[in-house]
Every structure is written in C-alpha cells, then in structure tokens.
C-alpha cells in the first residue's frame, strides 16, 4: 500500500524533529494529536519507519577518518561477502550496486587504519577484489532525501489472516494506544469474534475511527 499526503506531512515533521511529540506534530501538521498517533504506529507496524534514534555530529564524536572503499565481487558470494561487511563495527554503511560490485562507508581512527581494514579476511575471499578506497575529506551533505508519496511503500499485513493489506486506508480497530489493521470486514469481524473479551478488557474496541484514519471505511 502507498502512504498519503497524510503520512507524509507526519514524516516531514518527524524528519524535522524526531523528539517532537505527537503534540507538537499535530500542530505543525494541522491534524489531530490521534491522528498522528495512529498513523505513526502505521508506519512503524508496516516497516516504513524503521526505528529512531539520535543522529550524532561527526565532529563531536571522537575523530575518525571515513572512506568509501568499491568491492568487485562474483555473484555466487556476493549476499554472503555484504553481510559479513556489515556485522563490522566499523562498516557504517553497505551498498549493493549494478556491475557485482560492493561499496561500503568506513569509519576509521586514522588513515592508517584503511590499510589494514583492506587487509581483513572477509576482503580476501575468493571473488572478492578492492577496486578502489577512498578518504573523505569533506561531508558536504549526508542526511535522507526528501521523499515523495509515489516513492514510499507500507508493507502492512493484516492482523488476521496475514495477506497484505492494499487499501489506502485499511480496516481498522483501536483499543487504547493499540492499533490492529485488516484487509477486509471479514478479517475484522474474526478478530473480534476471537478476541473481542479479551481487547475488552484493555478497553472498549473502535473500529475505523474517522477522527484517527480521516475517513477509513
């Protein structure tokens, strides 16, 4: 399912500030503080938001060196060779590119380091070779792009019966500060035929609030 110009004002606001409360949000986004409560446990439930945390200065973190270093790699080791590139503590980020290749940002102490980061094990499988390794001498801009809604996608699975959910605004029933999403009526009623005494007991079942989905049928 594709988020809405709602969902994206909640992640522009977020990406401004992600400390700001659902308050605060609401606010700068002219919704309803449930509004973005519901829209945000969404998000997070169909993996577009992943998780927050704090973004660091470079420069207020101990000093290091960063460098981009392009791996050509065959493909039969390729997924294997990417994944013990990213379990390294100084591997910052990984990228599988066209061509077989590998290109990783690395964190370093010193420019030093970089020798003997190419000199690792995993670098030295068969149909693994360095192509080139860089040091960065400047971060001009490093931050996520503005995104735009054709661009996004939500894998949200209902709460039910496990099929992806394809509505743009899916069946829904909210329970204090949960939210269970479903792809039909059909799955909705079940759920609540099979849990409905127990969500009872957390607090009285809503079901499509329009106030929280701005209109879910």
Known sequence: MKPDTIDVKIIEALMEDGRASFRQIARRTSLTTPTVSARIARMTKAGLIMKFVPV?????????????????????VAEEVASDLARLREVEDVYMTTGQSITLKVALNSPQGLQSFLNLGVLAKPGVDVTSSQIITAVVKEESAALLPSTMTMNLRCDYCSEKVTRSRPYTVSVASSHYYFCCKTCR???????????????????????????AV
Do not use: C, E
Not at 56 to 76: E, G
Not at 200 to 211: C, R
């Open 189 to 215: 009623k079940a759920y609540l035929d099979k849990y409905g005494s127990r969500l009872a007991k957390l607090g009285a079942p809503k079901t499509d609030q329009p106030d929280i989905l701005k209109g």
């Open 56 to 76: 660091l200065s470079v420069d207020s973190v101990n000093p290091h060196v960063l460098a981009l270093v392009t791996l050509k790699v065959s493909s039969m």
